[in-house]
Every structure is written in C-alpha cells, then in structure tokens.
C-alpha cells in the first residue's frame, strides 16, 4: 500500500465517502447542537437534586418540560438516525464493493494482471476504506456518547451502559464488523447489489444475535445492590429489583411474597425484612463491558476480512 | 522448455465442474518466442480460458502450461510479471483517468514503464486527463493496450481486444501492437475472429475447436499447405480436412497438400476448413457420448 493506491481507492469510492462523511459530519454536528440546547435547558442539576429526593422547583419543571420537548423533537430523531444509520450505510455500500464491484465490472481482470501480488492489491484496496469506515464510526460513535451525556442527565458515557451498542467505540467496533463482514459477502458473491442485500441480512443477524449473546452473558454477570430509595440509575443495566437476603442472595417479590406473605388486612402495611435490592450491572462497569465487545467484534473482523483475502487468492477476475 | 519459445501448453485440459464438458481438452502446442500467434476458434472453443489459464486466472484441469518458464498457477506472481494482459472487454475502471490507470500501473507494478505507455497514448491522441468513460470503445481498447505494453514483459496475452472495435480502431491497435512487439522482440498470443486482422498482423495460428487443438502451424505454412476444391469429383485420393459453404453458398472442401486440383487456400479458409471439421469432430463424440450415457443407463 502507497499513496497511490491510497488516493486511487479513495477516489473509486468518491461518491460514497464524500456524500456519507458528509452526512456522518453534520450528525456530529447536530449532536452538538442539540447537547448545547440541552445542557442549556439548565435541568441537569434539578435533575440531580431530583434524585436525591428534593421536591422540584418551579423553574425544574420549567427546565424540564423545555428538557423533554428538545428531547422528542425531530432534530433529536434526525441527529440519531444520522449518527447511527450513516456509518453502517458506508460500511455497506464500501465493504461490498471492494472486491464483489472489481470482479462484477471486470476490473479485476485489469488490477489481477498487473498486481502480482493479490495481498498487495487486497491491502491497497481494503486498508484506506478500512480507515475511512472507522473514522467515520468513531465519529459517529464519539458524538453518540456526547448526545448520551446530554439527553440522559448525570451521566459519564465512559461510566454507563445506557444506549450501550449505538454509540462510543462500541459503534465505531461494530462499523468495523460490518464493513469486514460486507467486504467477505462481496468476495463470495462477486457481484454487488446481491452482496449489498445479502451482506444487510448477514450483518443484521451477526450483529443481533451478537447483542443477544452479549445481552445474555451480562444477565449472568448482574450482581443484586441494595437499594434504599428504589431509584432506577438509568446509567446501570437493571434486571431486576427485589430483596437482597443476609446470606447476599437476591430475592425476587415473589420469593419475598411466598417466605413473608402480605398481611390480609390492608390497614398493616408489609413489611419485609430484607432491605430493597435490585439486580443490576453497573455502569462502572462499561469500560470492561465494553472493551470486551469491542476485542470479539475486532476478532471477528480479522476473520472474516482473512476469509475475504483467501477468497480473493482463488477468485476468478470474472 | 527451450530459450526460443515463450509459451507451451502439455495436454492440457480444463473442466470447470466435475461432469461438465471439458472447455480444454489435451491442447499441446508451443509459441515460438518473438512471434504473435492467433488464436482462433469459435465462441466457447476455449480461447480465453487457455489465455487466462497463461496468467494464472485459471487453474487447468489436467497438464500444464508454462510462460516465460514459469508455471502460472504455481508461481502466479511470477507469471504475472511475465505477462502483459489485455482482457477481452476493456477492463478500465470508469471513475479514474487514465492518468490514475497509469498511476496504479506504476503502484502495483514498480518497473512498469509509464513513459513508454504515455508516448503510445500521445501517439494516439489520447488524453490522459479524462476519465475512461468518457473515452470510445477503440480507445479504452488502446489504453489497455498500452498500459499491457507498458509492463514490458515478455509475453502479451490478448483476449479478443478487437471484438468491439469498428475497422479503422483495429486496424490502428493491431499497427500499433505489431510496431512494438517486432522492435521488442517480444511474444504475443492475440485471440480474435477477424481473420483480415490477423493476416495482417500474425506469423502463426493456432485454432481451437470444441475444446482441442485443430491446427498450429505458421500462416505462411497454413496458406502453402491447403488447398480448396469446389468439385466433389475430384476429391478422390485427396484428404479432405472439412466442408463449408463459400461465399455464393458453394459448397468447398479445404484439403491437405501443396499442389493437387482447386486452388491456393486463403488464410480464411484454412481456418473455416479446420473449424468445420472440429465441429463435425465434436458432434460426433457428443454423439458417442449420449450413445455412451443411453447403453449405461439401459
């Protein structure tokens, strides 16, 4: 790879890069625009002395209806398809183009006899979109976290899980993973709009059932916390709330229903001897959760691009 | 393999799938170096599978085949080198100039010879500025041409490059073609099916049919040694190589030997009399085939 064929591959992708990096760009921008209108709105320190149990002042409420209509507005909405839709589109559009486009035109016939090394030519082709695709996710996956910060008050996107998957470097890990898997479909099909339509479907189930996966091996990592107030921290994944017994064994309500049942009158109130818990991963956590992700979505990356390359060395130029 | 020829082919043979007719079919044959060889056949003969077989895009099924010493689908680097390649349809890229095309010549291969490509270009007028899609048929035609010339090698492998081109675009590609592979000494294996077009350009013809070799012989050689009769009777002791109809829809028998009744054979003929009989060769084990795949399955 040298700056030529940097360039070159580049500008076979022109349209796309410009026009998306463009897109993704004014996403980040607009998720600015709307953190500033946000923070503006002066509700993250209510919000704050709200959860400690304060009684909202007038100009909270105030602060939170202009909150909640800034956070349903379109621009919201628009902000978000923009910082989430825009990387994967160029993931897609790029990844399966790089060989299945080569191979469907013919000009792989061309670059194949003139490149006597097919590696040569795989990295100058993949590695400048490769770099484009990433950092445009992590863009995106940056002024996710900021708009993150903003539209959930009180919260550090490096110590929460909210909105975990669309945004920080989990995105920009998961652009990456598309684009890899996009790139394997264009190899394997040799033509692009099949790949394009074959490599969404792949992407969406690799990525689905790879959060269900996720979702599952953090169910069995949650850990029961007492809790007093019953605030649910929106900064934490929360499973379940219950009680947490001596032994520091979880207790749902109705485990706690069945062991202490409900007094039959309803003039005595119940009350269970076990302090309020709830079942949670915290969002403390978020840097492991996250940088675990990040390896496995890499790792699969790297397997399917090195499928792509051994595809590529018996390929047939069309 | 010898220093005099650049290209040899030992039996070999290509099947794309497993019961599947072979495309190739024990096609031995040797191109002398320095010479531009026609290929010729009908469409599906196995013309551009035995050249892409050269340069390694194809794996051959049975034998092997050998450029510039190397054998492509072991070392397809190294016959990569030795080869320039023009594909059958122009394989430019339309977003990039030809500037860009030079470039990534340049890129991918570090001795491919940028000024010598440019001057074939400047010679033909063509701007390197503009993008390939805004350039004819005959010019994408000649740009791969010179960017196949530009490489240098030893061996050109051209894959039918004027199937699309109107006369007076092949006729400058093949001027053009010619001028350099006679001052470089270099080797050329040109498919096409305009027999005018390789009169004019090439000392040896090689003709495939149904897969196999039908003839490899010089043209001078073909010429010399074939004769056309229009008359049945005096066919009698003569070998008859094949029947095809002449331009009035005469029916002409292309025989072998210098001197005998008819006349001289034109190079078309020699080749419609040799494709001819690799057609009627070709129905007659299809034929033996069926009979064959009937008997197995009564």
């Known amino acids: ?318 | 393999m010898d220093e005099t020829t650049a290209l040899v082919a030992h039996g070999v043979g290509k099947r794309y799938r497993r019961g599947r007719p072979w495309a190739l079919r024990d096609v031995d044959f040797s191109v002398p170096r320095g010479s531009i060889t026609a290929l010729v056949g009908p469409n599906g003969a196995g013309k551009s599978t035995l050249i892409k077989g050269c340069i390694g895009f194809e794996r051959p099924t049975a034998g092997q085949l050998v450029v510039d010493g190397i054998g492509p689908w072991r070392d397809r680097g190294g016959a990569v080198r030795r080869v320039g390649y023009v594909p059958q349809a122009a394989s430019l890229y339309r977003e990039l100039t030809i500037d860009d095309h030079l470039a990534m010549a340049v890129a991918y291969r570090p001795k491919f010879d940028r000024p010598h490509a440019e001057a074939r270009l400047r010679e033909l007028d063509i701007p390197l500025a503009v993008r390939a899609d805004e350039l004819s048929g005959g010019q994408q035609a000649q740009v791969g041409l010179a960017i196949a010339l530009g490489t240098r090698a030893p061996v050109l492998l051209l894959d039918e490059p004027l199937a699309s081109l109107d006369p007076l675009a092949r006729r400058e590609f093949l001027h053009v073609l010619v001028t350099v592979v006679r001052a470089e000494g270099s080797t050329a294996l040109l498919s096409s099916h305009v027999i005018t077009d390789i009169e004019q350009a090439c000392d040896r013809l090689l003709v495939l049919g149904g897969g196999r070799k039908l003839l490899d012989l010089s043209i001078a050689e073909a010429c010399a040694t074939h004769r056309v009769v229009d008359d049945d009777a005096a066919l009698a002791g003569e070998e008859v190589v094949g029947r095809f109809p002449g331009p009035a829809g005469e029916a002409l028998a292309l025989v072998v030997g210098a001197s005998g009744p008819g006349r001289s054979a034109t190079l078309e003929e020699v080749v419609l009399g040799h494709l001819a009989a690799g057609r009627l060769a070709a129905r007659a084990a299809g034929l033996a085939v069926s009979a064959r795949s009937t008997g197995a399955a009564a």
């Not at chain 1, 490149?115 to 940056?142: C, D, I, Q, Y």
């Open chain 1, 1 to 318: 790879m040298n700056r030529t064929t940097t360039r070159l591959a580049l500008r076979l992708h022109r349209f796309e890069i410009v026009i998306l990096a463009a897109l993704a760009v004014l996403g980040a921008l607009l998720a600015l625009l709307v953190c500033s209108w946000l923070d503006g709105t002066g509700y993250t320190a209510c919000a704050r002395a709200m959860q400690t149990g304060a009684e909202p002042t007038p100009a909270c409420i105030s602060a939170q209806d202009a909150f909640y209509k800034i956070q349903s507005g379109s621009v919201v909405i628009l902000t978000q398809v923009l910082l989430f839709a825009v990387p994967y589109l160029l993931a897609v559009l790029t990844g399966v183009a790089i060989v299945g486009r080569e191979v469907e035109r013919g000009t792989a016939r061309l670059a194949w006899s003139l490149a006597p090394s097919r590696a040569t030519w795989f990295a100058g082709r993949l590695l400048p979109l490769l770099a484009v695709v990433a950092a445009v996710g992590l863009l995106t996956g940056l002024a996710g976290d900021r708009l993150s910060a903003s539209m959930i008050p009180g919260t550090n996107p490096w110590a929460s899980l909210a909105d975990f998957g669309s945004r920080g470097v989990d995105q920009a890990a998961r652009v990456v993973f598309a684009f890899a898997v996009a790139v394997l479909v264009g190899a394997a099909l040799g033509r692009a709009l099949p790949a394009l339509l074959v490599g969404t479907i792949v992407i969406f189930l690799g990525l689905g059932g790879g959060s269900g996966v996720d979702g599952r091996i953090l169910a069995s990592e949650a850990v029961p916390v007492v809790s007093a107030t019953n605030y649910y921290d929106p900064a934490n994944l929360t499973y379940d709330t219950g009680f947490l017994a001596p032994d520091g064994r979880f207790i749902s309500y109705d485990e706690m229903l069945q062991q202490f049942p409900q007094p039959t009158d309803p003039n005595v109130p119940w009350n269970p001897p076990y302090p309020a818990a709830q079942r949670i991963v915290p969002g403390t956590r978020y840097p492991f959760v996250v940088g675990r992700e990040v390896a496995v979505l890499l790792a699969g990356a790297l397997g399917a691009l090195t499928l792509a390359f051994a595809l590529v060395r018996r390929a047939r130029p069309g």
